[in-house]
């Protein structure tokens, strides 16, 4: 028996009967029972780093079975040089509990991924260690988004004011030009025409500034799909026409609580600017991937009454451009941020703040000749039924 189920079965012994106790306890879950109840992977390794025990979370994290995973050297599902190994090896000469955030975990069968990782000695099997893994990334991309849904919130106000106090007058100043510019001489128009389309530029900004009012919208179920499909064949017949398009879809996937404009709109902006990075690098094979999944385990607390939403509807899209600027990657999603000298940085704060009103995640991975976006949303669930659809 291995050392963390042994620990385990010690623990869960029943407590005796007494004469006037109550009654007897129910027999304790098994230690296999226990370790896949748990959400988060747990496994054990001994002294050489071999597997020796995993849970259900664990198999699905390593994309294995437990029975082609037990006695397999750790090394050969990941890469040896990853910083986990140098987290593990400390933990064993320390003797205690080593525990760090932001590790990168990849491998063959391992998507890349930021956890946060806790490796933890076991007192009567030298050199074994329990290790438990959660996912660091989902964590990280909840407070992007709260940071970017708070500062989204600022620019609502903003909005308002510069809706009542610029719009108006930015009427009036284009409407004198086009005046002038009937009377102007031939030299002179260039200047008119300048006014009216700084006019237009300053309006655009505004009227994007109020998209982000918080505005009530009927949420229906829809066809994913469907709306990837739009968003590709408008893609395709304009500013991606040279780009290859992939499709990875899970044709069993069921349909998502939304709004389908705004869903549209979102995915639509995330394409467009896989397409402007691989311009960027004017190289010829440039590919976009639409993926769609279902993955079990996505959960969102929300406030104030602190229940979990499912989010396991999983929507990505891939790019193989230059990458994000690691100096922006963090910031990615606040207003006023952006990657092009003559972007507003209002694109991708609108993306999480509708994703937000959907009940949803959206998390950003990057780097070069690798972007990628996933959104995760709820499913439509049938109130005639009480179950997702």
């Given at each position: 028996m ?37 959400p988060?992977?747990?496994?054990e ?8 025990s995993?849970n ?7 994309g ?26 400390r ?31 076991i ?27 708070n ?29 002038l ?28 500034m ?6 009530p ?6 066809n ?10 408008l ?48 190289r010829?094979d440039g ?19 602190r ?34 000298a ?6 991708l ?15 950003a ?13 709820p ?11």
């Amino acid at each position: 028996m291995s050392g963390l189920r042994g620990a385990l079965r010690r623990r869960l012994r029943p407590g005796a009967r007494t004469s006037e106790g109550p009654a007897p306890l129910a027999a304790p879950a098994t230690p296999d029972q226990v370790l896949d109840a748990f959400p988060n992977p747990v496994f054990e390794l001994d002294a050489r780093n071999r597997l020796l025990s995993v849970n259900y979370a664990g198999e699905e994290l390593f994309g294995l079975s437990v029975s082609r995973l037990i006695g397999q050297p750790l090394d050969e599902i990941m890469p040896p040089d990853l910083p986990i190994f140098m987290l593990l090896d400390r933990a064993r000469e320390q003797g205690a509990t080593i525990a760090e955030h932001d590790l990168v975990l990849e491998g063959a069968r391992l998507p890349r991924r930021l956890v946060a990782l806790q490796a933890a000695t076991i007192a009567d099997r030298p050199g074994h260690l329990v290790v438990t893994v959660q996912d660091g990334s989902a964590a990280r991309a909840m407070d992007q988004q709260l940071s970017a849904r708070n500062a989204a919130r600022s620019i609502t106000g903003m909005a308002a004011v510069l809706a009542h106090e610029v719009k108006n007058p930015l009427s009036g100043i284009r409407g004198a030009a086009q005046l002038l510019e009937s009377s102007a001489r031939e030299e002179d128009r260039e200047l008119t025409e300048l006014i009216c389309d700084e006019v237009d530029r300053i309006r655009d900004l505004v009227e994007r500034m109020e998209m982000f009012r918080d505005k009530p919208i009927e949420h229906r179920p829809v066809n994913i799909h469907r709306v990837l499909e739009h968003v590709r064949r408008l893609a395709q017949s304009g500013f991606a026409a040279r780009i290859r398009f992939v499709e990875q879809y899970d044709p069993s996937l069921p349909p998502v609580l939304g709004h389908r404009d705004q869903l549209v709109q979102v995915l639509l902006n995330l394409v467009k600017n896989a397409a402007e990075a691989i311009a960027e690098t004017e190289r010829q094979d440039g590919e976009i991937m639409l993926i769609t999944g279902f993955q079990h385990g996505v959960r969102l607390t929300t406030a104030p009454a602190r229940s979990q939403r499912n989010l396991p509807v999983l929507i990505a899209i891939r790019d193989n451009g230059p990458g994000i600027p690691e100096d922006i990657r963090r910031h990615l999603f606040e207003p006023f941020v952006s990657t092009k000298a003559a972007g507003s940085g209002l694109g991708l704060a609108l993306v999480a703040k509708i994703v937000a009103d959907h009940g949803g995640l959206i998390q950003a991975d990057s780097r070069p000749g690798r972007t990628e976006f996933r959104i995760h949303l709820p499913v439509f669930e049938d109130p005639a039924e009480g179950a997702p659809a």
